[in-house]
């Protein structure tokens, strides 16, 4: 079993920027590929980073350039640095994570861009 817990998330001016981070239960080693997702009112879940145990990283189009994944394994820990944010940035954040064949998610984090 893997827990996640996030933080980080909050309350923040457009232009403005916030680190979220996601702790796992057990190494960063032992985890495959880990995420960012975020929910938005009325939409759909969708994917903002993902990274792989090895480190290589995939963005969606609308955070590119924005927006940063990092892990550190032996902290068994994910971020993911957000800048320039903007008000379309709002939404509920889910640490993500594939560990022993299955999918686990974190709690979530609101995160809140104010115009």
Request: glycine residues 6%.
């Given at each position: 079993q893997l827990r996640l817990v996030e933080s980080g998330g909050g309350?923040?001016?457009a232009g403005g920027s916030l680190r979220l981070?996601?702790?796992?239960?057990v190494s960063g080693f032992?985890?495959?590929?880990?995420?960012?997702y975020r929910q938005a009112p009325g939409r759909q879940r969708e994917l903002v980073a993902g990274i792989t145990?090895?480190?290589?990283?995939?963005?969606?189009?609308s955070v590119k350039g924005r927006f940063t994944i990092t892990r550190d394994n032996a902290k068994n820990t994910v971020y993911l640095q957000?800048?320039?944010?903007?008000?379309?940035?709002?939404?509920?954040?889910?640490?993500?994570a594939r560990y022993l064949l299955s999918t686990y998610w974190g709690q979530?984090?609101?995160?809140t861009v104010s115009s």
């Open positions: 309350l923040v001016q981070s996601c702790a796992a239960s032992s985890i495959s590929d880990m995420g960012w145990r090895a480190g290589s990283t995939n963005y969606a189009d957000m800048s320039s944010l903007k008000p379309e940035d709002t939404a509920v954040y889910y640490c993500n979530g984090t609101q995160v």
